[in-house]
């Protein structure tokens, strides 16, 4: 199948790069400028992870339903006296100025009330340091998107004016406009930044290790054109899906990163085996390639049998991953749900351009590939390339590496567990959480506004909490007394009719919305029985809901992704010991990982060496994320090494013997793509948004972990203590094998 594959490439391989180079155009244009004028970029939400039909939702629907208010934006005004003389004049024009703004319904700030700032309606617009106050602009409720829009745009327009109106009677006067819709703007504008900021120092390092590992920049190149193509590729089906689901901001830059990690791998693990197999097929004379037309059958050959066998490790691989990643479908939160989708569909286009665009460019190039380059010449360098030198020796670095642990496979086994063990030990002081505007960095307009508001403006601020009942006010009333009662509540706000239900507002002991206390509060609301429905929403709400359902999804999605794994694995190599091997290193290998993603961004080490401020916890949807992705990427260099063992397995090589090979051809190809890839998650770190920064940073040491102490200690140190037991299987199970099994 892989074979006839490379032979239909091989044959158009002009036609296959022009078909890619249109998808490619067609894919970023898509993604920029959208069918009718709406990008990508516009068509992101964004928001609190939230779980569909769970109480938190339904409480907030419920609310959104029978609200009647329209949207808004606040000025907040620092470093002026509320009553300072002259202030309320000051203010007239800019009042009248946006009263004029088609589709404002009102303006109000306390000085505008009767009896101005002493009025009690006035309090919660005025500063507690007595320092500052707001201005609140509201539009009319039922606008068309367009128009609220526009509205928006203006209001938030004059309202940045407004210092500078007021600077004759206050001349240190300071303003900060926001709402939720700036909030928004705010966060998808970063996600587009974080993303060009990550490509911009991913693709040059990674094409620079590409240059260094291959000796040279053709060979170096054919990787790197197959990553373009699958951005391109990537972002035009997040386009496509946006239409069908709601597509979270930081879904875009999770996936797009994934589709480059995998095309430079899958794309590097091909040019390497075709120099390999080119080396093997064409006599070389004095270090030079014998000068053929390129269409010669030696070319073609060698292109099958790549196919035929890193292809279809390609394709093997990209199917284990797309398993892994499409178990996030199971979970209910429609984030998980997005990122499973989109995450497939990336995988799709990274093999895609594997299978088809990169082995046509290697038919353009033909056997220029086998030239040395420029790097190879370099005194001392040529050791570290990545060539046919290197991967044709049956003896090596990897080689004797595999040799040194095979001497001492205990010890090495010990002392991996040992060290992988100890890094997941914070692992255990896990805290999932749901940072909402803390996501954005530090010095955000955004987040300093939201921050300022919670601290100066508490009244004005919406509680932490949200109890919404279905019952008479005077019923509600009489029960909220038994939730200003609880322990970690504060204060308790009068409920207020909305529509058929009551809402109660309660604030927790407590500044942190997310936190333990306010987590706290909302089970102990929860654990009430009042005689008529409840529902309890806010932010702690959500993560407790949210983390339930993590919990509800968890079992069946281990099941879909070890279940596939296994029967995938045993129809690779044949045994029932290999998968399970396999399985239990990966586990050890993610949770070392989350270990240190918890040290670092939860216990706040290296903050200032990131660049970001702990919000003591980790996304709650980032833990899901990042044992998708990396368990995929893990069974990725897994199947690159087994499927090199396997083959001197085949071939009659005894089992130690099979394994010091095994690793010598596919060592320096797993520790090149490793590194690659590292840099690619990496530079995704040098963003500013946090969840960004907790993904890429836990996928580059989940890579890191796996690649070195895992593949080059681990996997060798159990194969040679399991020896022949390797390859076990039951007798009805080796039947099946020899019937489906997956060979080149």
């Known amino acids: 199948m892989f074979a006839r594959l490379g032979h239909v490439v091989a044959r158009r391989p002009r036609l296959t790069v022009a078909v890619w180079l249109v998808l490619a155009v067609l894919g970023y244009a898509f993604a920029a400028l959208g069918v009718h004028g709406e990008s990508l970029f516009d068509r992101l939400?964004?928001?609190?992870?939230?779980?569909?039909?769970?109480?938190?939702?339904?409480?907030?629907?419920?609310?959104?339903?029978?609200?009647?208010?329209?949207?808004?934006?606040?000025?907040?005004?620092?470093?002026?006296?509320?009553?300072?003389?002259?202030?309320?004049?000051?203010?007239?024009?800019?009042?009248?100025?946006?009263?004029?703004?088609?589709?404002?319904?009102s303006v109000v700030d306390p000085l505008a009330l009767p009896d101005g700032i002493d009025n009690p309606a006035a309090a919660p617009l005025l500063a507690k340091d007595g320092n500052g106050f707001l201005v609140v602009v509201e539009l009319e409720p039922a606008l068309s998107q367009s128009k609220e829009d526009h509205?928006?745009?203006?209001?938030?327009?004059?309202l940045d004016a407004v210092p500078d109106d007021l600077r004759s009677v206050a001349p240190q006067v300071t303003g900060v406009v926001g709402g939720s819709s700036l909030i928004y703007s705010a966060i998808t504008d970063q996600v587009e930044v974080d993303l060009r900021t990550g490509e911009a120092i991913a693709l040059p390092v990674a094409l620079l290790i590409m240059v260094l590992v291959f000796g040279g920049f053709l060979a170096a190149a054919m990787p790197m054109a197959g990553a373009f193509a699958s951005?391109?590729?990537?972002?035009?089906?997040?386009?496509?899906?946006?239409?069908?689901?709601?597509?979270?901001s930081s879904v875009v830059n999770v996936v797009t990163v994934l589709g480059l990690g995998l095309s430079i791998d899958y794309g590097l693990l091909i040019v390497s085996r075709y120099r390999e197999e080119l080396h093997r097929l064409v006599d070389v004379d004095g270090g030079r390639a014998s000068r053929r037309r390129r269409g010669d059958g030696s070319v073609a050959t060698a292109i099958e049998n790549t196919m035929a066998t890193a292809g279809r490790t390609v394709a093997f691989s990209a199917l284990i991953v797309a398993i892994s990643i499409s178990a996030l479908l199971v979970f209910s939160p429609q984030i998980l749900r997005a990122v499973g989708a989109a995450g497939v569909a990336v995988v799709i286009v990274a093999a895609a351009t594997a299978l088809t665009l990169v082995?046509?460019?290697?038919?353009?190039?033909?056997?220029?590939?086998?030239?040395p380059g420029?790097?190879?010449?370099?005194?001392?360098?040529?050791?570290?390339?990545?060539?046919?030198?290197?991967?044709?020796?049956?003896?090596?670095?990897?080689?004797?590496?595999?040799?040194?642990?095979?001497r001492h496979p205990w010890w090495v086994l010990g002392g991996a567990v040992v060290v992988l063990g100890a890094l997941a030990l914070p692992l255990a002081h896990l805290e999932l959480r749901s940072s909402t505007t803390r996501l954005l960095p530090e010095g955000?307009?955004?987040?300093?506004?939201v921050e300022h508001l919670a601290d100066q403006y508490p009244a004005s601020t919406a509680p932490a909490i949200t109890v919404v009942a279905e019952a008479s006010l005077d019923e509600a009333q009489a029960w909220a007394s038994d939730i200003a009662a609880l322990d970690d509540v504060a204060s308790v706000d009068e409920p207020t009719a909305v529509g058929s239900y009551v809402a109660i507002g309660v604030r927790p002991d407590t500044t942190d919305g997310g936190g333990a206390t306010a987590?706290?509060?909302?089970?102990?609301?929860?654990?009430?029985?009042?005689?008529?429905?409840?529902?309890?929403t806010g932010q702690a709400a959500a993560q407790i809901d949210f983390v339930a359902a993590l919990r509800a999804g968890a079992v069946w999605a281990a099941l879909i992704v070890g279940i596939a794994t296994f029967v995938l694995l045993f129809l690779m190599t044949g045994s029932f010991v290999l998968p399970i091997k396999a399985l239990l290193t990966n586990v050890l290998s993610l949770a070392a990982s989350l270990g240190v993603l918890v040290w670092v961004f939860q216990e706040g080490h290296l903050e200032g060496l990131l660049g970001f401020t702990?919000?003591?916890?980790?996304?709650?949807?980032?833990?899901?994320?990042?044992?998708?992705?990396?368990?995929g990427l893990a069974m990725d260099y897994e199947v690159f090494l087994l499927s090199r063992i396997k083959e001197q397995h085949d071939q009659g090589a005894p089992d130690d013997l099979a394994v010091r090979r095994g690793l010598q051809s596919s060592g320096p190809i797993i520790t090149s793509a490793a590194a690659i890839i590292i840099v690619v998650f990496a530079g995704f770190v040098a963003g500013q948004l946090l969840v960004i920064k907790q993904v890429g940073f836990a996928l580059a040491v989940a890579v890191l972990i796996d690649a070195t102490i895992v593949r080059l200690l681990l996997v060798p140190a159990t194969m040679t203590i399991l020896g022949r037991w390797n390859w076990w299987a039951p007798a009805w199970a080796t039947r099946v094998y020899e019937r489906l099994a997956i060979t080149h």
């Open 45 to 105: 939400t964004t928001g609190e992870p939230t779980v569909p039909s769970s109480e938190s939702q339904q409480g907030r629907e419920i609310l959104a339903q029978a609200d009647q208010s329209g949207a808004s934006l606040t000025l907040i005004l620092s470093d002026v006296d509320p009553a300072t003389p002259g202030l309320d004049d000051a203010l007239d024009p800019a009042r009248a100025d946006l009263g004029d703004i088609d589709g404002v319904a």
């Open 151 to 158: 509205a928006l745009d203006a209001v938030a327009h004059r």
């Open 231 to 248: 951005i391109a590729g990537g972002l035009a089906a997040l386009y496509g899906m946006s239409y069908l689901m709601d597509l979270d």
């Open 359 to 371: 082995p046509a460019l290697l038919v353009i190039t033909g056997r220029r590939l086998m030239r």
């Open 374 to 406: 420029v790097l190879s010449r370099v005194p001392g360098l040529s050791r570290l390339l990545v060539g046919p030198p290197e991967v044709l020796a049956t003896e090596g670095r990897f080689s004797r590496l595999a040799g040194r642990v095979q």
């Open 444 to 449: 955000s307009t955004q987040r300093e506004f």
């Open 519 to 536: 987590r706290a509060a909302v089970q102990e609301i929860r654990d009430l029985d009042p005689p008529f429905p409840t529902w309890v």
């Open 614 to 631: 702990s919000t003591g916890g980790i996304e709650t949807f980032v833990i899901a994320l990042v044992i998708a992705f990396a368990f």
